[in-house]
């Protein structure tokens, strides 16, 4: 049988949970082994097809399990309020929808002879915007969840104590003195009385990994282009390879990957260096990249006559024979080595970090959708994105502080409106400064964008009325507005002012 047959008959066993959808889309899942709990996906080359054959063989003595690749609908029943009920919150859509691959739900694939008590427990569902960059497969959040749950010691705990002032530097200390880079990790911000369930690991990490990037001693290049700079000193002391180590921890604990480093750097870390495919504008010295793209633009007598000049000396630091090859090879060898052969050093020293809890080996298996963790890119927060993060929890309906929530909750859309539009504005005594809508995640959750394993739980909104200031959970991703501004001025004005003085705002 073809894998589409094979799979056609499974959602016909399974018509009833997958909605009678016929192009329901699922992942195979199995037990990782060994008498674990934890299901992985199987490690296959992405250009494998599932057959009668091969998937009797691979699970003829043990359970499969089925992963949703799309959403599957709450149909459960809403419980009724009674008229002598206590107030509950809930949302003021019972049942939204939430767009595809905003969310993951595991379907078990049932073999009645087998013990369900050693299951693993469903996950919980995660919120993220990303979708899958290669046809088939795993989206990129549930082939990162399902590795994390692979490869975390969730009942071993490592704390990590940090000052915000010199972040990068204790980050570099912690990875210096040596720990279980399984265990479940828990950061402590020196001065600051917060519980980690979340919120502090994504921002220590976020920090950390603005830090590092920007650090022009370790790294140079423009900004969404960065490659690592030679650094003897920093060599000796394995600066690198901790850095890749940071680089892994963070995708792993649901962090940002380093999403700045030039094509050249990323091809290498994930295809080696014979598929490097970088360009002049790659080569980063001024003087080298006008003389390469000179060599490039001559007619080839103009060739001949250059690479003989002691201006192209430097040809030879290549380990070109200029007699035997083309003008072409030349030309992508001078790339090779101005971009990836003069940094390797230091390249294959984060390939060695990298390589901690199986990151390495997860870019190398799943290039495409993994390289978007170290590339530049380009996603950028919207008022509509925002408002898809954020779920807003109102009191039932007729309750007293339904109408004013109603009304605190457009102020919300028009504040994000605004600030989108560049006009979220903070004035102080000495200056005028924006905020931006990844400030606003940033001050709910600890994260200034989604992070590409998502957001669990999913963020949300409460209200109070304990001040007019807005208030943040990040390890619960709760924020809670005001019920006490009197106009969207006064609310905008305490909410912009609140952000700006939150603590790590604008600062390194």
């Avoid at 427990?121 to 995660?126: A, E, F, L, N, W």
């Avoid at 990844?438 to 989604?450: E, N």
Wanted: aromatic share 10%; proline share 6%.
């Amino acid at each position: 049988m073809s894998q589409e047959a094979i799979f056609d008959e499974i959602r016909d066993v399974f018509k009833k949970p997958m909605r009678n959808n016929s192009n329901f889309k699922f992942i195979i899942l199995q037990p990782t082994g060994g008498g674990s709990k934890s299901l992985t996906i199987p490690a296959l080359s992405e250009s494998f097809v599932w057959t009668a054959a091969s998937l009797a063989g691979k699970n003829a003595k043990c359970p499969i399990y089925l992963l949703a690749d799309e959403e599957l609908k709450d149909d459960t029943p809403r419980p009724k309020v009674k008229p002598d009920d206590s107030p509950i919150y809930i949302s003021a859509d019972p049942s939204p929808p939430a767009p595809n691959n905003y969310y993951s739900s595991f379907v078990d694939l049932v073999d009645e002879e087998s013990d369900n008590s050693q299951l693993p427990s469903p996950v919980q569902p995660q919120f993220s915007p990303l979708t899958p960059t290669e046809s088939q497969g795993p989206s990129l959040e549930v082939l990162l969840r399902s590795h994390q749950s692979n490869v975390i010691k969730y009942d071993q705990f490592h704390r990590i104590t940090v000052h915000r002032s010199h972040i990068f530097s204790d980050a570099l200390t912690a990875m210096r003195k040596g720990f279980d880079k399984s265990s479940n990790l828990r950061i402590t911000f020196i001065g600051e009385p917060a519980v980690d369930a979340g919120g502090p690991l994504r921002e220590f990490f976020r920090l950390v990994m603005k830090d590092a990037v920007s650090n022009n001693s370790l790294f140079q290049g423009p900004e969404d282009s960065r490659s690592p700079a030679h650094n003897v000193i920093e060599l000796k002391k394995s600066t690198y390879k901790f850095l890749g180590e940071i680089f892994a921890l963070s995708i792993v604990h649901g962090g940002p990957g380093p999403q700045c480093l030039s094509h050249p750097v990323a091809n290498y870390l994930t295809y080696g260096i014979h598929k490097i495919n970088g360009t002049i504008e790659d080569i980063l010295d001024y003087a080298t990249r006008e003389k390469t793209r000179k060599l490039a633009k001559a007619s080839d007598s103009e060739f001949r006559e250059l690479i003989k000049t002691d201006e192209y000396d430097f040809i030879y630091d290549c380990g070109i024979n200029v007699s035997t090859v083309t003008r072409e090879e030349i030309i992508d060898r001078i790339i090779s080595h101005y971009t990836i052969m003069v940094i390797k050093a230091e390249l294959d020293e984060i390939k060695a970090g990298l390589d901690t809890l199986g990151i390495l080996a997860l870019l190398q298996n799943y290039p495409v959708k993994m390289r978007a963790l170290f590339i530049a890119y380009q996603y950028q927060l919207t008022c509509d994105i925002m408002q898809d993060i954020f779920r807003i929890s109102f009191s039932i309906k007729g309750s007293n502080d339904r109408e004013k929530e109603e009304e605190v909750a457009l102020f919300w859309v028009n504040l994000l409106q605004d600030v989108q539009n560049g006009i979220g504005l903070v004035k102080t005594e000495e200056t005028e400064f924006s905020i931006s809508l990844g400030d606003i995640l940033a001050f709910a959750t600890g994260a200034s964008t989604v992070p590409p394993i998502g957001f669990c739980p999913q963020p949300s909104i409460l209200f109070h009325k304990r001040s007019k200031y807005p208030e943040a959970n990040t390890c619960s991703n709760i924020l809670r507005l005001s019920l006490l501004s009197e106009s969207y001025e006064e609310f905008k004005e305490l909410f912009c002012f609140s952000i700006a003085n939150a603590i790590g705002f604008g600062k390194v």
